[in-house]
């Protein structure tokens, strides 16, 4: 999904579709307007999505080509699980490796406390539809869907890192090259608001 982005972004991702000479089909849909975070997730699970399990790969993050064969091996090992995080390395704007991550274990107690990491998140699908579309103010979508999805089901690991996970000045979630006053600004306005709207979702999901 391309959410309306203003610069060359839909006409390079038409080229390499165009370019693609795999056996997958691919649906690429390109929006007029910038509709924000939850609207793009909300259109992937309950229009988009035709699948059994749903794995989130951000605009700015570089996947494993083999990181889908990984979910769906240990979802098939495991009927019981409905959310899959993997671990992920950190890169800055430029790729430059800033260190590793490992997913923990969660569960619905925990879930109020700590997320699956979304850049690194796979959820089955029909844990997330049986309840109804994030709400248009929801931009930490990864808090609310693991809530949901542990709700039905259990949490699964494959520590690999599966995942390059970018870090820079653009994220939602901040910055590891922004100043102390910035980064400090940020997680006591935006962050603790964006925080607080999910755990909102979360506690009326429950």
Known sequence: IDDGS?????????????????????NF??????????????????????????IFA???????????????????????????QNGVTRIDEVGRVLGNL??????????????????????????????PPLGPKVVNEDIVLTTRALITGKFGIIEESLVFWRRH?????GSSSQSFIERTSFARGEFQEYRL?????QIEDI
């Open 169 to 173: 000045t653009n994220n939602i979630s």
């Open 102 to 131: 490992s997913p923990k274990t969660l569960s619905l107690r925990g879930s109020s406390k700590e997320s699956a990491l979304g850049a690194a998140a796979a959820y089955r699908r029909d844990s997330i539809i049986s309840f």
């Open 6 to 26: 203003m610069d060359n972004t839909s006409d390079i991702i038409q080229e390499e579709i165009s370019a693609y000479r795999g056996s997958h089909e691919i």
């Open 58 to 84: 951000a605009g700015d993050d570089v996947s494993s080509p083999y990181r889908a064969t990984e979910v769906v091996n240990l979802a098939r090992a495991d009927p019981s699980l409905t959310v899959i």
């Open 29 to 54: 849909l390109v929006k007029d307007i910038n509709k924000g975070l939850s609207d793009s997730v909300n259109t992937m699970i309950y229009e988009q999505a035709q699948g059994e399990w749903c």
């Open 197 to 201: 709207i999910a755990r909102a979702q």
